[in-house]
């Protein structure tokens, strides 16, 4: 069973910083593409950033040279720093994982989830 837990969610301040963490766990054999997506009511879930197992990242243009992903691929952790944080970057934020998990010898590639962390930017 593989879990992805997310931390680092709150109440910031317009200009504040915030870091988002999301950690996987079970049986996964490697983790692919790691991400963060956030949604807002009534809107649809879209994408923040995307980080890949070679590290490269693509990011939403409202976020760029805000925001910096990044993973640590020993811990099977993807991080979002979030600064200069603006009332408009208010959303539950998700973190998924592309990732392939042993079983019954053989590679079956599943997409997960994090539970959703609440950012909210106001004064």
Same mark, same amino acid.
């Given at each position: 069973q593989v879990?992805?837990?997310e931390?680092?969610?709150?109440? +910031?301040q317009p200009?504040g910083?915030?870091?988002?963490?999301?950690?996987?766990?079970?049986?996964?054999?490697?983790i692919?593409?790691m991400?963060?997506y956030?949604?807002?009511?009534g809107k649809?879930r879209?994408l923040v950033?995307g980080i890949?197992s070679?590290?490269? %990242?693509?990011?939403t243009?409202?976020v760029?040279?805000?925001f910096?992903?990044?993973?640590?691929?020993?811990? @099977?952790?993807v991080y979002?720093?979030? @600064?200069?944080l603006k009332p408009?970057d208010?959303?539950v934020?998700?973190?998924?994982?592309a990732?392939q998990?042993?079983? %019954?010898?053989?590679?079956?590639?599943?997409?997960?989830w994090?539970?959703? %962390?609440? +950012?909210?930017v106001?004064?």
């Amino acid at each position: 069973q593989v879990q992805l837990v997310e931390s680092g969610g709150g109440l +910031v301040q317009p200009g504040g910083s915030l870091r988002l963490s999301c950690a996987a766990s079970g049986s996964i054999f490697r983790i692919n593409a790691m991400g963060w997506y956030r949604q807002v009511p009534g809107k649809q879930r879209e994408l923040v950033a995307g980080i890949t197992s070679g590290g490269r %990242t693509n990011y939403t243009d409202s976020v760029k040279g805000r925001f910096t992903i990044s993973r640590d691929n020993a811990k @099977n952790t993807v991080y979002l720093q979030m @600064n200069s944080l603006k009332p408009e970057d208010t959303a539950v934020y998700y973190c998924n994982a592309a990732l392939q998990v042993l079983t %019954t010898g053989r590679l079956i590639r599943e997409l997960h989830w994090g539970q959703g %962390t609440q +950012v909210t930017v106001s004064s």
